[in-house]
């Protein structure tokens, strides 16, 4: 291998390593409405940020694939994992600036589609952060969730709509709110359409909370826009949102009270490849199964999980010693360990959906109280956990165990009928 091949390689090991290790931050900046939707209004220059999203590389794959589970609760893309998010896409984010933003050339290094694809995925994550943020914990897909309500009380689709928010939200005091996300990465030199972006989410948004019972306390149209580290235009990357008063109710469906919490574990359950269980929460209705689940306790808790894949450590690409390692071909990079990315769920939290599985009651789901989220490394006899866990007590991470010699840790068992 020539040293220019050598070069390159550790370039590209540096910035997998900044994508897995990665933590940074986006200023939120609050617009008001009236200001959005006034057609000749200004909203620049921008309000005084109004807090921050802090986040680690983790928590964001985190996000961005609950998002994606919310919207496609089938589909094969639920089942890429969240290493596989940061591996692809570590080459488009700089995580060492103040505030997170893009690569220098990313902006448009995807074509038309794949870009605004990625950026809509991007920014559903970043809503998904905020959201929990402030404090709300349990999320779901509200297209999904009023069609099916809708569906069993004879209710057409609202005369005029074209288009439903993004997600339904509750927080610890079982209150709602709805949200629609924008976003994209903006071109060097370009301001971002933050006011049209806003705009567009507002009438997306617009009446759907005077349609359904409980009603959302208020609704908010987010969005996220990601600049370039070199772009000197003088506008960090950032967050922004809207969030409107609600209006007077109009002949609402009606949504049970634990509606969102169904929504919200149902798709979690289906990410950890228990679909069947997930379609039992759904309704509260069926024959449960009895699953045998492992379990991984990072702190003082416990965590039942499932294998999303196992893979050799990563191997330090900078080095001489990678070309070395081929002779040990098919497995050059055990001797340094390997890691193992789980999905999974707060044990307490999986226990109240046993119950919630079987019957409409749903007492103790309701009872369940956002926990404290984490995404820091913990320590575990013979490995570390890298990840993420939100405060709904679902979990994503990977576990690396160490080279070969040293203990492999203990791994307990649980038994739970979903």
């Not at 209710?155 to 209150?175: C, L, V, Y």
């Amino acid at each position: 291998m020539t040293d220019a091949q050598v070069s390159h390689l550790g370039a590209v090991s540096r910035r997998v390593v900044r994508a897995f290790n990665g933590r940074s931050n986006l200023p939120v900046h609050e617009l008001a409405k009236a200001k959005v939707e006034k057609p000749h209004g200004r909203t620049r220059p921008l309000p005084k940020a109004s807090g921050n999203v802090q986040f680690s590389a983790w928590r964001l794959a985190h996000a961005v694939k609950k998002a994606d589970c919310l919207r496609w609760q089938t589909a094969p893309i639920r089942w890429v994992g969240a290493a596989g998010f940061l591996l692809e896409n570590g080459h488009l984010f700089d995580w060492t600036t103040s505030e997170w933003c893009l690569n220098d050339g990313m902006s448009s290094f995807y074509a038309d589609f794949s870009g605004s694809g990625l950026a809509g995925r991007i920014a559903q994550g970043m809503a998904l952060l905020l959201l929990e943020d402030k404090g709300y914990a349990y999320v779901g897909r509200f297209e999904t969730e009023w069609r099916q309500r809708a569906a069993t009380q004879n209710r057409q689709w609202p005369a005029g709509k074209t288009k439903a928010p993004d997600f339904i939200a509750e927080n610890g005091q079982k209150q709602w709110v709805l949200a629609e996300s924008k976003g994209g990465f903006s071109s060097p030199g370009k301001k971002p359409p933050i006011k049209g972006a806003l705009k567009d989410g507002l009438t997306q948004l617009d009446g759907w909370d005077k349609y359904i019972n409980p009603q959302p306390i208020k609704s908010f149209a987010i969005g996220t826009f990601l600049r370039e580290a070199g772009d000197t235009l003088g506008e960090t990357s950032l967050v922004a949102f809207v969030d409107p008063e609600p209006e007077v109710p109009e002949n609402p469906v009606e949504f049970p009270r634990d509606a969102v919490r169904r929504a919200n574990y149902a798709s979690w359950l289906s990410l950890m490849g228990l679909d069947e269980a997930a379609a039992r929460l759904r309704v509260g209705e069926g024959e449960p199964q009895r699953y045998e689940i492992p379990l991984l306790t990072v702190g003082e808790r416990q965590y039942a999980v499932s294998i999303a894949s196992v893979m050799p450590r990563h191997p330090d690409l900078s080095s001489r010693e990678f070309g070395r390692d081929w002779p040990f071909w098919p497995f050059p990079w055990l001797r340094d360990g390997i890691d193992i990315e789980l999905v999974g769920l707060d044990l307490k939290v999986l226990r109240a959906l046993s119950s919630a599985t079987l019957s409409v009651d749903a007492s103790e789901l309701m009872a369940l109280e956002p926990s404290e989220r984490r995404d820091t490394p913990a320590d575990l006899d013979g490995g570390t956990f890298y990840g993420s866990v939100f405060s709904d007590g679902s979990l994503l991470g990977e576990l690396r165990l160490r080279r070969r010699g040293e203990p492999f840790p203990d791994i307990e068992w649980t038994e739970v009928e979903l």
